[in-house]
């Protein structure tokens, strides 16, 4: 049965009301944030960075931070510039490892962290994780030739990961579980990691693919090396700021998922991983996968475990 002007009127009004009301909401949350506050207050935004996570968040000759966390991170800042009223607003850079990130955020010495966090549920009782912006699988990097195929093969071998990580959760699971024997070393980094790697003491370093990919670049002889293994994980990627703070999150997960929604996150996706990147101009050569591609259709922040 069609109905009625005056209930169509209504159920529009009631839409309507509903939908201002969620941006009222939404807007006394931004206005009561305490990290707004504390960057208004101080005219700085402190921003956590990475110093060698190729193609990223690391340095570049000049030692000015770059990737494509940094150019996300770079259009969040300005709509923060926005919401806080001020263009002039500073921003302080901090490098960040595995092992302090988390804390830095939590104490406050860093606002935002635009690095290569992954979106644990564990690390949810302890910050906030913005939109997704990259979708990862743990995996191996070897030496091409190298009897190491996939992580069976590394059952009473020494193996290398970045302490802190969740590829070193997952190492020691295993090793646990399946009895592996393998020697697990933690290093402070992905450049340590993989001079570990390249001395020969290690047969294998585990982490997230596209990361093994940014270490090998670094290598004298890149094609030397290879990533291999199945997954043992798929790791989103999302920036780390402080829990309990809505009004913050909101304006960042609104920058993020319009880079998504306009289609510009696929100009900066192409930028880093399909044309050749510093700091040996060497592509990724890294199509978008099934998982990156959901994720920008439909941005969230949840985690995958």
Known sequence: MT?????????????????GSALAADAAAVAASPTLSKIKSSNTISIGHRTSS????YYDANQKVIGFAQDICDRVVEAVKKEAGSQNLQVRMVPVTSQNRQSLVQNGTVDLECGVTTNLKSRQQQVAFSTTYFVAGTRLLV???????DFPDLAGKNVVTNAGTTSERILRKLNDEKGANMTIQSAKD???????????????FMMDDVLLSGARTLAPKPDDWAVVGTPQSFEAYGFMMRRDDPGFKQVVDNAMTGLMRSGEINTLYAKWFQKPVPPKNISFDLPQSEQIKKAYANPNDEAFE
């Open 3 to 19: 109905q009625s002007f005056p209930i169509r009127a209504a159920v529009l009004l009631a839409a309507f009301s509903g939908a």
């Open 54 to 57: 190729i193609p990223f968040s």
């Open 190 to 204: 992905y450049g340590e990691s993989f001079l570990i790697l390249q001395s020969g003491r290690v047969a294998a």
């Open 143 to 149: 030496k091409k030739g190298s009897p190491i195929h």
